[in-house]
């Protein structure tokens, strides 16, 4: 197949690309590696999988590890992007790209819109202009809100996110269901619980703990280290997101617009992950304790038996030997001398 993945310098998109190196498919990725954070940590992702040249706006890369991996930053928001795009055929969109985090949102709330609603709305189009007509995108357990039952199952009520983000990606899976409906583009979406891992994203909680404490900073943990989370193992998300690339047609015969979860199905108490931090790799934390941020929620935990059922997910990583798998690359990325 000719896969597309958008999104592909952010932490699942390069982790994706890197598992699909060893495939048959050819693969085109793209993404505007924007500021949200490091720069640097995106175009180094993008160098550990052969894209070792200058990159430039709109012009396609090929990898030097692999003559089936292709890489364009562009813009999806951007009309010229789709000019560059139309060149090539694709038998199947990933859509990973969006700008991420809760608490920024709230704060740069037109950024969400832009970034997540209108570059999704002109891909969607794009797709069918090309009569590509599979698309598998990315969405969050964010889209849950505050719900108190747990664990979320995907036929729970999402009419209630606390969150520009959580709306923003509620908004992809509303789209999805018209471009179903008006196009007949079969979608999958996913609904990603709290990734974690090496070559993560510094604004998570792990992460951030990790490069705290080697930068001499306090952590802040908040609502005392009670908020529990369904955190989730990259490499798991990568198998769940290959199985849907090869169970697509199946799960579009038996499901209408399907979401399905990808969570652990482990939801694990913050205070246990500073514990083992602390405990298990001697990191001597400053710890700064406060209260809950608006737009976060108290617990989130996957229902993951649709996941289970047609992609045969089953996730392997357990969060201390995940956790303990970020630290080393964190220290082998910093060179840091122990």
């Avoid at 139309?86 to 700008?99: N, R």
């Avoid at 999958?188 to 993560?200: I, N």
């Avoid at 992460?207 to 955190?231: L, N």
Wanted: charged share 25%; with cysteine; hydrophobic share 35%.
């Amino acid at each position: 197949m000719r896969i597309l993945i958008t999104g592909s310098a952010g932490f699942i998109g390069f982790h994706l690309m890197k598992s699909l190196i060893i495939s048959n498919h050819i693969v085109f990725g793209v993404d505007n590696i924007n500021d949200y954070y490091s720069s640097k940590l995106k175009k180094d992702r993008l160098k550990q999988i052969g894209f070792n040249k200058e990159i430039f706006k709109n012009k396609l890369i090929k990898s030097s590890i692999s003559n089936k991996l292709f890489f364009i930053r562009c813009d999806l928001k951007e009309d010229k992007t789709y000019k560059v795009l139309s060149k090539f055929k694709f038998d199947i969109i990933i859509h990973l790209a969006a700008q991420a985090g809760v608490q920024f949102s709230i704060k740069n709330p037109h950024t969400y819109v832009d970034n997540n609603i209108t570059a999704s709305l002109k891909l969607f189009d794009f797709s069918n202009s090309i009569k590509c007509k599979k698309i598998i995108y990315a969405s969050t357990s964010s889209v849950y809100g505050s719900n108190k039952k747990t664990p979320f199952n995907e036929k729970d009520k999402t009419s209630s996110p606390i969150s520009t983000y959580a709306s923003t990606k509620l908004m992809c899976e509303n789209l999805s269901n018209v471009y179903n409906h008006l196009y007949n583009i079969k979608f999958v979406g996913l609904r990603f619980f709290t990734v974690y891992g090496p070559w993560g994203r510094p604004d998570m909680a792990i992460y951030k703990f990790i490069d705290h404490y080697f930068q001499k900073k306090p952590i802040t943990v908040y609502e005392g280290g009670k908020m529990i989370r369904d955190f989730t193992y990259i490499d798991d998300i990568v198998n769940g997101i290959n199985s849907t690339i090869v169970n697509f047609n199946k799960i579009n015969k038996v499901l209408k617009n399907p979401i399905i979860n990808l969570g652990c199905n482990n939801p694990i108490l913050l205070n246990n992950i500073v514990n083992f931090l602390v405990k298990d790799l001697n990191l001597k934390l400053k710890i700064k304790y406060k209260k809950k941020l608006k737009g976060d929620v108290d617990s989130t935990l996957a229902d993951i038996s649709l996941a289970k059922k047609y992609l045969n997910f089953n996730p392997m990583t357990q969060y201390q030997q995940g956790i303990r798998n970020l630290y080393e690359w964190y220290i082998k990325y910093n060179k840091i001398k122990l």
